[in-house]
């Protein structure tokens, strides 16, 4: 999705620096264009063209705009093809209204229209422009900014957030309706942004807002208003903890092999949350459930799935999984009182996810419990209760180490579950609770060190593949479609994540000589993986293996680089690392294409759109 920053200073000079190097951070949110709107005294220069922010910035010298207050956006195209005049910030009839907005505006046609015939001046097709709109007409009633600012929220349907301003005045106004928006405080400096890692090159000191509330920001202070009757909300800075370095690449080429590397630690760092004292609060709710739904979308949903054969293996407890714009058309009217939603999101803002969420609480049934990445974000404060994923920042779009730590979290939370309702000999779940906290950060780091180079060498062989297909089985299920996701999502190639007990089902016809199938296993299914493997191989195809080495497998594998091999451990752990040296053949296939692993086109790290 958008990303936009609005900062106003006491420091005429920067402000065009300051916006850049802020909105910067957010460059995950959306690369189609940029654009930053600087005001200087009373007037208003808009510079806005395609492209990322270095890209406009060398185009356009961004950086160098001057002036005590501006607004930034970047853009990930839904209303309006990418171009320069759909690129956001926009003005209003004149340039005295300048605004920009992140979200969708499902009113956009007829609002348009409406403001066409009203006599507005609408230059672009992008629905972030009637949002300045809004409020010029509702400037044009009242003569106040902020009142002009709530009675917009009447007119714009929707989820989006936005922020705005006039030429002839010092303040900046923001408004968060169902997108995300946190504002900072720093010395002689305000920011509102929609995340906060462009916040923290400003300040640490956070407001994090609601839905329905609005913002003043001057110099030395940020207002907060409520929407429904505009009265004043006190709401001081809190200190965030959120290490600033954490969206820098520290040495890594790509923040993809940063993200991958973390791996290992996150595996600690997971396990710490896991066993502090909230963890009792997340069991109970499981346990007190009549039914339960694990609702994710993209890697998300991955993990999901691998968390439902956990859940079934180690607690013997049934699942029903869904992907965001599922849960409601397949299970929506199988809630009761008792149902317990648990609804997985990095960001905690996919709107996908966000509508189960407000579906759950509209009809007033079941509980949420939210597995989140993003401290701050909506599901974090509107579930009913949150486990952390312990992450610190994922930049890059491609999700990796939030994609592990889900499944390290669904796994520990299945052999707790299993272990208390004695599905699960207690022996048995204490060795493999240990396994998870004392080997898995050793055992990723070796696969890390083992798969590397061997991935690596892989990729070149793939160079020119376009089409393959990556399939597991068992527990292998969700890690298969992961690797498929990412292969597809950075190489821009079809990679079809599927279970491999289907494949005869139809996709075999794709075999022919030398056709690439990626099979994932762990060690108790690769008997019946092998009978896949020969399926393909009898008809000419090349078969690259993931899982740890076994005899019965060495056979399938025409090449060293075609068996991608995760160290000996606890069967139960296989899954947790087949992961790695997927996510890392992808990583190095799409450096070979030329392709930034951390950008791919087309898409955005946070999606709050339907
Ligand atoms: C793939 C990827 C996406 C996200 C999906 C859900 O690498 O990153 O498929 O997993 O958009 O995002 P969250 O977890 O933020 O809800």
Same mark, same amino acid.
């Given at each position: 999705m958008c990303g936009i920053t609005g900062i106003v200073t006491l420091d005429s000079d920067?402000?065009?620096? #300051?916006?850049?190097? %802020?909105?910067?951070?957010?460059?995950?949110?959306?690369?189609?264009? *940029?654009?930053?709107?600087?005001?200087?005294?009373g007037k208003v220069d808009l510079r806005k063209d395609v492209g990322t922010v270095d890209e406009v910035d060398r185009l356009l010298g961004l950086s160098k705009m001057r002036g005590d207050r501006?607004?930034?956006? #970047?853009? +990930?195209?839904?209303?309006? $093809?990418?171009?320069?005049?759909?690129?956001?910030?926009?003005?209003?009839?004149d340039e005295v209204f300048y605004g920009a907005h992140n979200g969708n505006i499902h009113n956009y046609v007829e609002y348009k229209q409406e403001l066409i015939d009203a006599g507005h001046k609408v230059r672009s097709e992008n629905d972030g422009e009637l949002c300045v709109h809004a409020v010029d007409k509702y400037y044009e009633q009242t003569g106040d900014m902020l009142e002009a600012v709530r009675l917009s929220t009447q007119d714009l349907k929707g989820a989006f957030a936005y922020t705005v301003g006039r030429a002839d005045q010092a303040e900046i106004y923001a408004v968060k309706m169902g997108s995300s928006l946190v504002a900072g405080v720093a010395d002689g400096a305000t920011i509102v942004s929609s995340d906060l890692p462009s916040v923290l090159p400003l300040t640490s000191n956070v407001i994090y807002l609601a839905d329905g509330e609005m913002l003043v920001l001057t110099h030395d202070k940020v207002r907060v208003y409520r929407v429904e009757d505009g009265k004043k909300l006190e709401r001081p800075p809190q200190r965030s903890t959120v290490d600033v370095h954490a969206a820098e690449k520290g040495g890594y080429p790509h923040f993809m092999l940063k993200?991958?590397?973390?791996?290992?630690?996150? !595996?600690?760092?997971?396990?710490?949350? &896991?066993?502090? !004292? =909230?963890?009792?609060? +997340?069991?109970?709710?499981?346990?007190?459930?009549?039914?339960?739904?694990?609702?994710?979308?993209?890697?998300?949903?991955?993990?999901?799935?691998?968390?439902?054969?956990?859940?079934?293996?180690?607690?013997?407890?049934?699942?029903y999984h869904a992907i965001g714009g599922q849960f409601e058309p397949m299970y929506g009217n199988t809630l009761d009182d008792e149902s317990l939603c648990i609804l997985v999101s990095q960001s905690g803002e996919t709107k996908d996810i966000l509508n189960v969420l407000n579906h759950v609480r509209d009809a007033n049934?079941?509980?949420? #419990?939210?597995? *989140?990445?993003?401290?701050?974000?909506?599901?974090m404060f509107q579930a009913?209760?949150?486990?952390?994923? $312990? %992450?610190?920042?994922?930049?890059?779009?491609? $999700?990796?180490?939030?994609?592990f730590s889900q499944t390290v979290i669904f796994s520990y939370l299945a052999a707790k579950l299993g272990e208390r309702n004695g599905h699960l000999d207690r022996s048995e779940a204490k060795t493999?609770?240990?396994?998870?906290? =004392?080997?898995?950060?050793? &055992?990723?780091?070796?696969?890390?060190?083992?798969?590397?180079? #061997?991935?690596?060498?892989?990729?070149?062989?793939?160079?020119?593949?376009k089409d393959l297909y990556c399939l597991g089985y068992g527990f292998t299920d969700g890690v298969a479609r992961e690797g498929a996701l990412k292969i597809k999502e950075i190489c821009y190639n079809?990679?079809?994540?599927?279970?491999?007990?289907?494949?005869?089902?139809?996709?075999?016809?794709?075999?022919t000589r030398d056709y690439p199938v990626i099979f994932v296993t762990t060690t108790e299914d690769s008997w019946m993986v092998t009978n896949h493997i020969?399926? *393909?191989?009898?008809?000419?195809?090349?078969?690259?293996?993931?899982?740890?080495?076994?005899?019965?497998?060495?056979?399938?594998?025409?090449?060293?680089?075609?068996?991608?091999?995760?160290?000996?451990?606890?069967?139960?752990?296989?899954? &947790?690392?087949?992961?790695?040296?997927?996510?890392?053949l992808s990583y190095f296939f799409s450096v070979d294409l030329g392709v930034n692993p951390d950008l791919p086109r087309n898409l955005s790290k946070t999606l709050t759109v339907d």
């Open positions: 920067n402000i065009g620096e #300051l916006l850049v190097k %802020c909105s910067r951070k957010l460059t995950y949110r959306g690369y189609d264009s *940029v654009g930053v709107a600087a005001v200087r005294e501006g607004i930034a956006q #970047l853009r +990930w195209a839904t209303y309006g $093809a990418p171009t320069k005049v759909n690129a956001q910030p926009h003005f209003g009839c993200e991958i590397n973390e791996q290992p630690q996150i !595996a600690k760092d997971v396990m710490g949350v &896991l066993a502090g !004292a =909230d963890n009792e609060e +997340w069991l109970k709710m499981i346990e007190d459930s009549s039914r339960l739904y694990l609702v994710a979308c993209g890697s998300s949903h991955n993990a999901g799935i691998l968390g439902t054969y956990y859940f079934n293996r180690l607690a013997g407890m049934p699942v049934l079941g509980k949420t #419990l939210g597995v *989140v990445n993003v401290i701050g974000s909506t599901l009913d209760s949150y486990i952390p994923m $312990a %992450c610190g920042y994922e930049v890059s779009v491609p $999700a990796t180490k939030t994609y493999f609770i240990r396994s998870l906290k =004392d080997d898995l950060p050793k &055992l990723a780091q070796a696969t890390i060190d083992r798969t590397g180079i #061997l991935t690596k060498n892989l990729a070149r062989t793939l160079v020119n593949v079809h990679c079809e994540g599927m279970y491999s007990s289907e494949f005869k089902h139809g996709p075999l016809s794709i075999v020969n399926e *393909v191989r009898a008809r000419g195809g090349r078969t690259i293996i993931v899982g740890e080495r076994e005899d019965r497998l060495e056979p399938y594998v025409d090449a060293e680089g075609d068996y991608l091999s995760v160290p000996v451990s606890n069967v139960l752990l296989n899954p &947790l690392l087949d992961v790695i040296p997927l996510q890392m």
